[in-house]
């Protein structure tokens, strides 16, 4: 099973980036997915969630009213559109299958992890 999240790199504070998660070998059609994030010298933490069909979402405080989570399931991609980033995103961020069908904030509820990209917000 492997996860893969791509799309980071550098942008200027209050500007837009999209990330993708393309999931590939099974298909995450039932089960919620997320976005989490972690930045230097700190634990990762939930970022964003979405139910297995995406009707259920939930995000940080954070990034609440900010960021996006959808999902298209027939092509197996998450994805997290990001709008006024700030300087304080700026992560490695990560998607993660759960095995639940909704959501959770709760790093342990999620099984299947990829590979992070990095995103950095410049001031």
């Known amino acids: 099973v492997q996860l893969q999240a791509f799309g980071g790199g550098l942008v200027q504070a209050g500007g837009s980036l999209r990330l993708s998660c393309a999931a590939s070998r099974r298909t995450f059609s039932n089960n919620a997915m997320g976005w989490f994030r972690q930045a230097p010298g700190k634990e990762r933490e939930f970022a964003a969630g979405?139910?297995?069909?995406?009707?259920?979402?939930n995000y940080a405080d954070a990034v609440k009213g900010r960021f996006t989570i959808s999902r298209d399931n027939a092509k197996n991609t998450l994805y997290l559109q990001m709008n006024s980033r700030q300087p304080e995103d700026t992560a490695v961020y990560s998607c993660?299958?759960?095995?639940?069908?909704?959501?959770?904030?709760?790093?342990?509820?999620?099984?299947?992890w990829g590979q992070g990209t990095q995103v950095t917000v410049s001031s």
């Open positions: 993660a299958a759960s095995v639940y069908s909704v959501p959770g904030r709760n790093l342990a509820l999620y099984r299947y």
């Open positions: 979405s139910s297995w069909n995406g009707g259920v979402t």
